[in-house]
């Protein structure tokens, strides 16, 4: 099992920066991969971005590329989100996600088996 800690959440202004953290603990030796997802209120769950641990490979959702992105500590075992030029659209709950083990890609909520508690992030306009 691997647990994930989520931090950072809040409210921000638009064209305002905002990062969140998120650290993994348990039975990580296996996991391969972190991401972020977001959810807003009567929407689906929308994937966001993803780093591999070895290599540093990167993923991007369509809507937040060249906007945000994640950086990780692999000493810490932390990823995290950042955000810049926020969009009252990019308002959500923000999920971090681990993979259990390797798959050939991560832009999808299968690829990964762990979640965490979710961060509420708010941006106004």
């Known amino acids: 099992q691997v647990q994930l800690v989520e931090s950072g959440g809040g409210l921000v202004q638009a064209g305002g920066s905002l990062r969140l953290s998120c650290a993994a603990f348990g039975r990580t030796f296996s996991n391969d991969a972190m991401g972020w997802f977001r959810q807003a209120p009567g929407k689906e769950r929308e994937f966001v971005a993803a780093v591999t641990w070895t290599g540093g490979s990167t993923f991007y959702g369509d809507s937040v590329k060249g906007r945000f992105t994640i950086p990780r500590d692999i000493a810490k075992k932390t990823v995290y989100l950042q955000m810049n030029s926020l969009k009252p659209e990019d308002t959500a709950v923000y999920y971090c996600?681990?993979?259990?083990?390797?798959?050939?890609?991560?832009?999808?909520?299968?690829?990964?088996?762990?979640w965490g508690q979710g961060t509420r992030v708010t941006v106004s306009s």
């Open positions: 996600a681990a993979s259990g083990y390797y798959r050939p890609t991560y832009d999808s909520r299968f690829s990964f088996d762990y």
